[in-house]
């Protein structure tokens, strides 16, 4: 296969866009998508301070190596959620990431901040490992951006996760859910004029385009030491199951994905955030100031206070849990 | 050809000559789900590998919760 650029020997097919790319054309295809997507999307401009959820794997050290060569000022964030060598290793891969790159990274660990680690909060509150695992992410990447004062949170989310996660909206017909699934979620603010507050820092995907085979190419020919290995608590997924799925369509049918998940934004999403299913009032939490929803009784308390809650109740009650193991970068 | 693959981690024999197609095909491995590399390059699915060839097989797909 030749590059369609230069017509040279070619390292990746994407068969969606029905080319070929030798390894100085597929960098600079990649990179000019990114720049594009950011661009299109109005996610970001040079002078915002963005703040980056890092985790060690393929996505977000390579979304992390492109803002770096694109100019942006971005700082990598990892949040460590105690498990075992897996939460080690990727830990490593970041720190040795920015080293290597000379680049910004704030460590924290769930365990120092909380007191659990996300596989005793899966068994002290009975919840799937990834259920409490994303819950803590979203809380924790927000709590840090705004505590450190960043203008934007940006993810490592690729094409595949997007499908993925739209594929099970679907399926369920997660209706508020679709209403807000985009490449953008803004800033959410609380008050107005002088006594406004941000509550929710705006969050950005500028991989949306890419595919997730094209991000570990990107990773693998940029020299980029990421974690393979899948995190033990993954296994039996519904969303790595629906990734499985999608992938398979993809291979019999190029441009599957793309056509999903961008007919979508395009034509059906505008649909479900002109009719929202509920009506919705949103108050600050009660006891972190977090947005959550006006209970039509009570005092507002965000789902996170609620998890932390049952964990320490949970672990009153003598329920069993593993050994918190704390480390520190 | 000795292949390794992923998660766990191993090493399969596979007889050649076969192209990177014809041995994802044997190995019942989806060729979207995957990158194909010999010493440290991507190969495309028409590069044809021989019984002397050391190959990767990394899978992909990561999974985690709807974030």
Known sequence: M??????????????????????????EHISNQVAKTIKEFKMFAPTDRLLLAVSGGKDSLALWDLLLDLGYDVTGFYLDLGIGGYSTRSKEACIAYADRKDAKLIVRNLAEE????????????RRAPCSGCGLN????????????????????????DEVATLFGNVLHWNTDMLARQAPVLEERLFGSGDS???????????????????????????????????????????????KEAITMLEEAS????????????KKAAPRFAENPTEDVELAPCSQCGAVTLQPAQGEPVCAFCKMKAMAARRRSEGVSAPTIRRSGR | MKVKLRNPDRVVEVSGPKNVLMLLQHLQIVPESVLVIRDSTLLTR??????????????????????
């Open chain 1, 2 to 27: 030749k590059c369609k650029v230069c017509r040279q020997h070619a390292v990746l097919d994407i068969r969606r866009h029905n080319a070929g790319f030798c390894r100085e054309h597929f960098l």
């Open chain 2, 46 to 67: 028409d590069e044809t590998l021989t019984d002397s060839d050391e190959v990767e097989v990394r899978p992909v797909l990561s999974g985690g919760a709807r974030r």
């Open chain 1, 137 to 160: 992410k979203r809380y924790e990447f927000n709590r840090a951006a705004l505590e450190e004062g960043f203008d934007i949170l940006v993810t490592g989310h690729n094409l595949d």
């Open chain 1, 254 to 265: 190029p441009g599957t994905k793309t056509q999903m998940y961008f007919g979508f934004l």
């Open chain 1, 196 to 242: 406004a507050r941000t509550v929710l820092v705006k969050k950005v995907k500028p991989l949306v385009k890419m595919a997730e085979r094209e991000t570990a190419a990107y990773a693998l020919l940029k020299g980029i030491d990421y974690v393979i290995e899948e995190c033990p608590m993954v296994e039996g997924n519904t969303q790595h199951k629906y």
């Open chain 1, 114 to 125: 909380h007191g659990y680690t996300v596989p005793e909060l899966s068994k002290l509150t």
